[in-house]
Structure formats: structure tokens, C-alpha cells
């Protein structure tokens, strides 16, 4: 395989490559077809794959920071990955396994991650404004400060995880599982309650004003 090529652009078709471990730091991987490719532990920083097809890829433990990733990840495996700082507005995660993964400042606006599994994760400071997050699992995982309005969080899984200072304003968590999470100084005005068990749940400081 040729990593200078790949790296170039001048390589699209590499649906089932194995890129395990490849230097791919800023490499111009738009519109590529990597569906089912092994990038466990590749090095992705800032590479760009805006409209790239990574569809049950396997990334796990590869490093994506200020990658963009505006692209097709359905069922991709992103465990362990991160990810600090990457564009993944409008990017289509559902099923997407990131378990562990870190996602500091990440850009997730509009992103679709319904059913994925984010246990774990670190989502401080992310932007997860418009996102579709139902029956996704958050289970232990920081979302410390991220910003969730306006997020369809339906049934969602957020188990002990940590939403101090979150901005949940007019979120959808009808049916969500908050039981035992932190939500210190949260922002849950307009938010859509019916349903979510809060059992356990640190509401010191939180807004509740309007809150269905």
C-alpha cells in the first residue's frame, strides 16, 4: 500500500484496506472509500475525510485530533480513540462504538449518534447542539460544560455520568436514565423531562425553570 499516495488524495478505493498503525497525519482522505478498513492505532491528526465512507471501519486507538470527520461512520469502532477538537458536524455515528474515547472540545452539531455506545467517553466542553443522541449510552461518561441544547436525547443512557455545568436547554430527555449522574449547575431550562428517571441524580444548582 502506498502511504504517499493515500496521503495525496491520490487513493480513494480502499474499502477493507489494512492501515493499521499508518502515519497519516494530514493527509487528504475527502471522499474516500474506507468502509470496513483496519486504522486501529493510525495517526490521523488534522487529516481531512469530509464525506469520506468509513461504515464499520475500525479505528480504535487512533489518533483523530482536529481531524475532520464529517463523514459516514455508521458502525465504525472508534474505541479509545481521540478525537480533542475534531469536526464531526453532521457526521453520521449511529451504532458507532466509542467507548472510551475522548471528544474535548469536539465539534458534534447536528451529528446523528442514535444507539451509539459512548461509555466512558470525554465530551468536555463538546458542542452537541442539535444532535441525535436517542438510545445512545453515556454511561460514566464527562460531559462536563458540553453543550446538549436542543439535543434529542430520547431514552438515552447517562448512568453516573457527569453533566455539571452542561447546557441541556430545551434537550429532549423524555424516557432518559440519569440515575446517580452529576448534574451540578446544569442548565436544563425547557428541557423535556417526562419519563427520565433522576433517581440519585446531584441537582445542586441546577435549572429546572420550565422544565416539562
Known sequence: ?????IRKGELKHLSGAQLNEAELA?????????AGANLVGADLTRAKLAQ???EGSHLGGARLVGADLRANLWGANLMQCDLTGADLRGANLRGANLM???LVG?????AFLSGANLTGANLQTADLRNTDLRGANFSNSSLHGADLSQADLQGAVLTEANLEEANLQAANLAGARLTGANLLCADLNGADLNGA?????CRTGTVLATAV
Open 1 to 5: 500500500m502506498d502511504i504517499n499516495a
Open 26 to 34: 494530514e493527509a487528504d482522505l475527502r471522499d474516500a472509500h474506507l
Open 52 to 54: 469520506a465512507r468509513l
Open 100 to 102: 472510551g474515547a475522548k
Open 106 to 110: 469536539a465539534s458534534l452539531a447536528g
Open 197 to 201: 428517571d433522576l433517581n440519585g441524580a
